[in-house]
């Protein structure tokens, strides 16, 4: 009945405004004074009387025809301490309610306690399950390590006795080579001063030789003047002959011409025979130089047969000469290459004794773990992480590496110190963190199997503690085949993870720092959730971490699905 009052109520106010209005102005307009009032005042107290009585006459006719409302209102005073009552009883009951809830969420908190209290067992179980077929595995395998340590020991000893066998014929053979060397070295010093004399004979007959052409030479230039001096007089006697001749073909034309031409015809031919005595004697003198001259040629030839045999010699000494010096070099590299090889014979000795020594250490080591192992608990399977952390310099080595000793310490290691790095090792950590010369992540693991009660010894890897990757940045992405079995793309994701993970400790990161080894069991199945509901033939999943990734932090895992 409430939608039919409220329109009532509406429409009464419209019309009792409009009659009280009326009849306020008709009163004002007839100049009514009630009470000695002004028009005015009696128009207002009018106008409020009308719209009181138009207000009450309509209420009752409207009650008059609405009884069912006269009861309601009636009946609200009998109800309200029923209502109020049953507010209090819906309060109590969410009272209990909110207790209910409370106690369900206690309840469920509760079952997820022990669910993952019964997890954490599990995985403790299967780990000591795993610890206990590694110990088994690592028995079995210390026991064939120590067979073929002992099979190797005995291989290089033998190789030892081998190696200073073949030392030994090196030095007999360096020593022959010495010997040798020395002999070729005396040689070739005869070959040498052998080869200086005969230089000198050669260089001797050499000037023998250009004094006899120097002299052959000047017979000639004289044997040459002499055929020259006869060829004249010759000349003289015939032009004599021929004057006279014709001195005594005018022999008839004066006496007096006669017997001055008989005179010089006499002196003429004493003249010729001058002449012919020159000539006989140039001609002499031409066969004495002839001869003389063949007597230096045979002579030049002879020394020329003698220069010609000391150079062949001298030749064939400066063959030998070179022989023997290629001899020498020869027996000088043999002479290197042998103490070459005897300083390499020499090295490899050391390193098989230092190897051996080694061996033997690390058999006697393999024994003990061993021993350990079949009587004892282990502290420390062969790689755990003992200890890490950041190291700001190499002046503060000794104080992690007494951290070092705790942690050890802490799981059952003994000894002082209860974390051993070797001298070798440690030099080499030094020197890395030098290199780096920043603030460096340095992680130790187990070098070996080591027992309860034993000493643990290190080997340590530093690496620079700078940002991997940012927080939120994916490390590794890969497209996610869809549609397919559920098993398959599970085992797409975890070959994600996988690599992730192994990204991640491949950069320096231990894998004990990376949370659950991965994803979280609810972030897997909520990404396999997204995966089932997606279309389409594939999707880009990659993962990432929550915060900054460096060597030295914590790193927990989330998918980035885009």
């Not at 099979?151 to 053979?173: G, K, N, Y």
């Not at 070729?184 to 030789?209: M, P």
């Not at 015939?238 to 011409?257: G, H, M, N, Y």
Request: aromatic share 4%.
């Amino acid at each position: 009945m409430l939608w039919l009052f409220l329109p009532f109520v509406v429409i009464l106010s419209g019309v009792v405004a409009y009659a009280a209005d009326t009849i306020a102005k008709k009163v004002g307009r007839k100049h009514l004074r009630w009470f000695g009032l002004r028009p005015k005042t009696t128009a207002l107290i009018v106008a409020v009387l009308s719209g009181m009585g138009i207000s009450a006459a309509s209420l009752t006719a409207f009650l008059l025809l609405n009884r069912s409302a006269v009861r309601t209102i009636a009946q609200a005073d009998q109800l309200r301490p029923q209502i109020n009552a049953l507010r209090e009883e819906v309060r109590a009951v969410q009272e209990d309610l909110q207790a209910a809830q409370r106690e369900r969420d206690t309840a469920r908190s509760e079952a997820e306690r022990l669910r993952r209290e019964r997890e954490t067992a599990r995985a403790n179980l299967l780990q000591a399950t795993r610890e206990l077929r590694g110990a088994q595995a690592a028995r079995e395998t210390a026991q064939a390590q120590a067979g073929a340590l002992q099979a190797r020991v005995t291989e290089l000893t033998e190789l030892r006795e081998a190696l200073e066998a073949r030392a030994e014929q090196s030095r007999a053979r360096l020593a022959a080579s010495e010997a040798a060397l020395a002999a070729s070295r005396a040689r070739a010093r005869d070959l040498d001063a052998r080869v200086q004399a005969l230089g000198e004979q050669v260089a001797t007959l050499d000037a023998r030789a250009a004094q006899a052409e120097a002299e052959a030479t000047r017979a000639q230039v004289r044997a040459r003047a002499a055929q020259l001096r006869a060829e004249a007089a010759q000349t003289r006697a015939a032009q004599l002959d021929a004057q006279v001749r014709a001195l005594e073909a005018s022999r008839q034309s004066t006496e007096a011409q006669r017997n001055a031409l008989a005179q010089e015809r006499d002196a003429a031919r004493a003249a010729r025979d001058a002449a012919v005595a020159a000539r006989a004697q140039a001609e002499a003198g031409r066969l004495a130089a002839q001869q003389d001259r063949d007597r230096l040629a045979a002579e030049r030839r002879d020394l020329i047969a003698a220069r010609d045999r000391l150079r062949a010699e001298r030749d064939s000494a400066l063959r030998e000469r070179d022989r023997v010096r290629a001899d020498l070099a020869a027996l000088r590299t043999q002479q290197a290459d042998l103490r070459a090889a005897n300083e390499t014979l020499a090295r490899d000795l050391a390193s098989t004794r230092a190897s051996l020594g080694k061996l033997q250490d690390e058999y006697s080591s393999a024994r003990t773990e061993l021993s350990a192992s079949r009587s004892a608990d282990l502290a420390f399977p062969k790689n755990d992480l003992v200890y890490a952390g950041v190291v700001p310099s190499v002046r503060n080595l000794d104080t992690f590496l007494q951290d070092a000793a705790a942690a050890a310490s802490s799981r059952g290691a003994k000894g002082n110190p209860a974390a051993r790095l070797s001298a070798p090792a440690r030099a080499a950590l030094e020197t890395k963190l030098r290199g780096l010369n920043a603030s460096t992540f340095v992680q130790c693991r187990a070098a070996n199997n080591t027992a309860v009660g034993f000493p643990v010894d290190l080997i340590c890897d530093a690496r620079p503690n700078s940002m991997l990757y940012r927080g939120g940045q994916p490390i590794r992405r890969a497209t996610i085949t869809l549609g397919g079995d559920t098993r398959d793309l599970q085992n797409q994701i975890q070959n994600l993870v996988q690599d992730t993970v192994v990204d991640l400790t491949t950069r320096g990161v231990p894998s004990e720092y990376i949370t659950n080894q991965g994803l979280d069991v609810n972030e897997f199945v909520d990404l396999l959730t997204r995966l089932g509901s997606r279309t389409g033939p594939s999707a880009t999943v990659g993962i990432a971490a929550r915060e900054d990734v460096r060597p030295g932090s914590r790193v927990d895992l989330y998918p980035v699905l885009p």
